[in-house]
């Protein structure tokens, strides 16, 4: 009998160490914790979410619209196939297969980036929302990295000059003033690499199709 | 026969005392009595720190971290309605009228079109790497930002794979797409909408010897990561898979500013 009550006395004790242990080592963890965010940070938090939803409303609106016109098409008996003619346009383009053109950002490099300087450039450029992007005639699309060749910088296989131009689609207000922000990449850069980097708005930038095939050779759809 | 009738002429209270055997400590006993004493180290150490956490996380934090979950469950319906128009899409597009032959054709064209730009479920041989933060103590004047996954980490991993052959990648199931960023806020991270945690597990289905190209692509070996990997301790492993799934890219694929040319 007395046995028995060491046994469960045992047994309780260490669920209690164990329960403990566990919320000693997560109080030690990082502040993935979003109570334990900076208001700073917090802050920050909120601002992207708060542009990404945005973003995410406007698709939902969108793809409600093209159903609207489905359903239209199908109440009139009429062929629907234009609609999805402009339903392939759009992910052709969206994918990097079609050449797009917008207002947006032209950025003029002229100076010693590497290989990281420019992804780093290309990533914040989408951070900011950039919408299609092109280096020289290169188009960006999600598998262009930019990587040291042969003693240069090469993007999907074409050489980057020591001088170059990145174009960009998107919010005009909102491409620059990312990039130019206090702490932002353009004075990051200005820190660590001997290079000038201009960046002005415009109202027309066009940005070429890619020239690589983008069909995956080993990654099978499921259907 | 008289022990019996001495035990009957005795109280019940002086039974149950005289039945206990005095001054004697078992050994339960004292495992008990130590292990009582870890539990109120312990308690101590954790009512510590909650106490820190309570006073770091002040009224304007709560009220911040609240917009902030708000904001994570609108995406997460916004997400999901998102992704119920576009099937909605698919299936008008399969069964819209027209010649047979047009709308097959086009079908392909659009199925072919929405595996180049990501929009797909999509299986194949590939590599798991997973990184996560040091488990190190952080020394006394370090930078504790130095011990854990940074987003400069995810950017070096993720361009030394496309440099690679990677077909298709996902970080934590997000795949990455045309317009997909790693972004970091503080110390934490955001890929395309989503809020991520560690251990972040990045997933890319390729071509065979994808994950010797990768260990041996200078893309990875001269880059942040590797220095960090090495210097601080952050947690890495990679792993070849014989076949990973990875999801279709969620998120708005219409574009504002960008038009296409015809």
């Known amino acids: 009998m007395r046995s028995r009550i060491a046994q469960v006395s045992m047994s309780g004790v260490a669920l209690l160490i164990g329960l403990l242990l566990v919320g000693q080592l997560r109080s030690q963890a990082r502040p993935t914790e979003i109570s334990s965010l900076s208001a700073q940070d917090l802050s920050t938090l909120i601002e992207t979410l708060s542009n990404r939803n945005r973003e995410l409303r406007s698709g939902v609106s969108d793809v409600q619209e093209q159903l609207r016109e489905y359903r239209l098409a199908q109440a009139q008996g009429q062929s629907a196939l234009e609609v999805s003619r402009e339903d392939l346009r759009r992910i052709a383009a969206f994918s990097g297969q079609t050449a797009v053109i917008g207002q947006g950002l032209i950025l003029r490099v002229n100076g010693d980036l590497d290989s990281i300087a420019v992804n780093d450039l290309l990533n914040e450029l989408r951070n900011a929302g950039a919408e299609a992007i092109a280096v020289d005639q290169v188009r960006i699309t999600a598998r262009s990295v930019c990587a040291l060749g042969a003693g240069t910088l090469e993007i999907d296989g074409t050489q980057i000059e020591r001088q170059f131009t990145i174009r960009a689609v998107g919010d005009p207000d909102g491409l620059l003033t990312a990039l130019q922000r206090p702490g932002g990449i353009i004075s990051q850069l200005k820190l660590f690499v001997n290079a000038t980097i201009d960046a002005t708005q415009a109202q027309s930038v066009e940005i070429p199709a890619t020239q690589q095939d983008l069909q995956p050779k080993v990654a099978k759809a499921v259907q | ?262």
């Open chain 2, 1 to 262: 026969m008289s022990q019996s009738g001495d035990r009957s002429r005795q109280s019940p209270t002086v039974r149950l005392l005289s039945a206990r055997p005095r001054f004697r400590f078992a050994g339960w006993a004292l495992s008990i009595g130590l292990a009582l004493g870890v539990i109120g180290f312990a308690a101590a150490a954790q009512w510590k720190s909650s106490v820190a956490r309570q006073e770091y996380t002040s009224s304007a934090q709560q009220v911040l971290a609240a917009q902030v979950v708000g904001l994570e469950q609108e995406q997460k319906t916004l997400r999901d309605e998102l992704a119920d128009g576009e099937r909605q899409v698919q299936t008008f597009q399969s069964a819209s009228a027209g010649s047979q032959t047009t709308l097959a054709e086009l079908n392909q064209q659009l199925a072919a079109a929405r595996l180049a730009a990501g929009l797909t479920k999509v299986t194949g041989p590939g590599v798991i790497i997973e990184i996560a933060d040091s488990k190190r103590p952080v020394p006394a004047g370090d930078n504790p930002a130095n011990y854990i996954v940074l987003v400069d980490d995810l950017h070096d991993i993720v361009t030394a794979l496309w440099a690679s052959g990677a077909e298709a990648i996902t970080i934590n199931g997000e795949r990455l797409v045309s317009t997909s960023s790693i972004y970091g806020v503080g110390s934490s991270i955001l890929v395309n909408t989503a809020f991520l945690s560690p251990t972040f597990r990045v997933e890319a289905i390729g071509p065979d010897g994808l994950l010797d190209r990768f260990l041996a692509n200078p893309a990875y070996l001269s880059s942040r990561v590797t220095h960090r990997i090495d210097a601080f301790g952050l947690e890495f492993a990679t792993q070849q898979a014989g076949s990973l799934t990875l999801p279709a890219f969620l998120g708005n694929t219409r574009f504002r500013w960008a038009v296409p040319e015809s």
